[in-house]
């Protein structure tokens, strides 16, 4: 499958390069801190951003309006929760997928119980590697994992036998880089600079 630039473009359009300019350096600021510790409070954020309380809690209520702030979470010990393995598998979706198709997959998504062993917690499109699918999951054990394959196949939309997985072991004791948003914070700060200082 074709990803070089020239495709990602075709793909996305000339709108998949970040927007950064609708925003205020101020909403970049609480953005940061919020991915850093969801916890934090709007006199926290004034305080450390050397703002006054109203205005944090009108920008973060804007930004929560704009959809740009979706949800406030954390990120656990999945161990600790019965999670041990964490799976990327990579699809291939038949062509000519339609609207309808696409309210199959969020309801067939939506019929997994807390009851199963696995949890999917995304599910999209996109390209590279010869798929143009791709889920991440959590799950038990590796019979969970095997229940997610099957569950899977269920899906008309999808090419069940081309399909290939990639799974994590979260009981490694060797971890290279852990999931976290903090570096994603900083990285957000990084960007707001460059666009600032190059202009489009």
Not at 165 to 188: E, M, N, Q
Request: no cysteine; aromatic share 12%; proline share 3%.
């Amino acid at each position: 499958m074709d990803v070089s630039a020239k495709a990602i473009k075709a793909r996305w359009g000339s709108g998949y390069r970040l927007k950064m300019k609708k925003l205020r350096d101020i909403d970049y600021a609480i953005l940061s801190e919020l991915l850093q510790n969801s916890k934090t409070s709007d006199r926290q954020l004034a305080k450390k951003l050397g703002v006054s309380q109203p205005t944090v809690t009108r920008r973060r209520a804007s930004l929560e309006a704009a959809g740009i702030i979706r949800e406030y979470t954390f990120i656990p010990e999945f161990t600790k929760l019965g999670y041990h393995v964490m799976v990327m598998t990579f699809l291939k979706y038949k062509k000519g997928i339609d609207q309808e198709e696409v309210f199959k997959a969020r309801k067939k998504a939506r019929e997994v119980t807390p009851a199963s062993p696995f949890e999917m917690i995304l599910g999209e499109r996109g390209m590279g590697l010869g798929f143009n699918g791709v889920t991440i999951s959590f799950h038990k054990n590796l019979a969970s994992y095997f229940e997610y394959e099957n569950w899977l196949r269920q899906w008309d939309f999808i090419e069940a036998a081309e399909t290939e997985s990639f799974l994590i072991s979260l009981d490694d004791k060797v971890h290279y880089r852990p999931l976290t948003f903090s570096t994603l914070a900083k990285h957000l700060l990084k960007l707001r600079e460059q666009e600032v200082a190059q202009p489009v």
